[in-house]
């Protein structure tokens, strides 16, 4: 342990147990309380955007970040000083040296850096993120695999997730040639045929002025024949502490992405119950459980966006669906009522009720309207990676929405206290029943 490890053996909760290196700040590793090695690195004071409300954001968003090919993210203190992430340690060998010491990547290797990478940034960039200083020093491999780190930690501004896709062009040409990871030299390798075919149109389209995004890149690579499959560079962790290995890596076998696969499951479903709940509260409650809705989606879409503008944007972006769920509630009472003409009476109230929910239900998930529930899911992933706060939310969720549905099916809807409005209601929707029957 060095010296100034020695001076300093806690940091927040974690037990110093090593400094090691990294292509930014300070890095040590540690281990939480049950003894789990994790890698802590101290934010320099240029990563640290003001107010530190900000920060605290950014390292929320940096939890969210779910994939198998980007750093998992577990802690973190914005408040602290100086302050810190915090994510899981597993070493690995930067991509910088793995080229150094075994050559250019090709064939299947380099195919599966190009994918690995886009399909990490797309995660960043979906979690409202930049990487902000991608590299050939930020991405780490395990088994032949990338890992991705450093995400979200780079001072703010600059060309955000376009800057992010020029770099992984940078890095993907680098990769593919040992060269110098600059732009020039990128352009270089481009016009010297170096890159192979499949790949070099795409790496043409990263560097432009107006690149794909990261999410379009990762399913433009994905559709490429990778080429004959070689024995991936072999990965000799260095023993600690070894410089440049302080990154949460997983390892890149078939255990991390069934595991994230199972994360996001969890997600989906702990998701799913809350839309139950949401449209069965529209159900029992139609007139009060109605604004529910719209307030929570707004709220999502705000979290997803700092600021003022962020706050507009949220309440435009939700008052521009209620429309959209106005017709599905529409749709849903028209055809409760038609079923008069078969002879099927629908209770009046009944059919207020459930074209309520049916709007409810399409301000999270009808067609076209994706960003809250994938909004809700990102943060239950969060949620379903600890297995204590999983079992508790399942736990609370599935009671709610058990409830909601049994009540929605079972108890008596009631616009109170409009009880004016719920007579006028029952009479005109049993007036039009009688019209058609």
Known sequence: MSGETRQRQQIGPYRLLARLGGPTGTV?????AGGRDVAIRLLPDAAVPAPRERLGR???????????????????DASADPPYVV???????????VVAEHGPLQGANLHRLALGTAKALAAVHEAGLAHGAFGPDTVLVVDGAPVVTDFGIAPHGGDGAAGDVRAWARTVVFAA???????????????????????RPLVEAALSADPPS??????????????????PPPTVPAPAPAPRTAYSVPPAT????????????WARLLSAMVVVLAVGLAIML?????????????????????????VLSALARTAATLPYAAAFALAVGAGLIALSLFGVEADPLGVCAFAVGAGAGALWAAPGVTGPYRRLEQWFAVVARSPRRLAAAGAALGVLAFLAVVGAISLTPSLAPMYGLQTSTESLI????????
């Open 28 to 32: 040590y590793r540690a281990a939480d």
């Open 58 to 76: 950014d390292l929320e968003r940096m939890r969210e970040v779910l994939s198998p090919y980007a750093v998992d993210v577990l802690d973190g």
């Open 87 to 97: 994510s899981r340690f597993v070493p690995g060998r930067p991509l910088i040296d």
């Open 177 to 199: 040639t040992g060269g110098p990871a600059d732009t020039g030299d990128a352009a270089a390798a481009l016009g010297a045929g170096v890159l192979p075919e499949p790949l």
């Open 214 to 231: 990261a999410a379009r890149l990762a399913e433009a690579v994905a559709a490429l024949d990778p080429g004959p499959d070689s024995p």
């Open 254 to 265: 078939s255990g991390r992405p069934r595991q994230a696969a199972v994360v996001r499951g």
């Open 286 to 310: 139609p007139l009060a459980g109605a604004p529910v809705s719209p307030a929570a989606v707004a709220a999502l879409r705000r979290r997803a966006a700092a600021g003022p503008r962020g």
């Open 430 to 437: 049993a007036r039009l029943q009688a019209a058609l029957h």
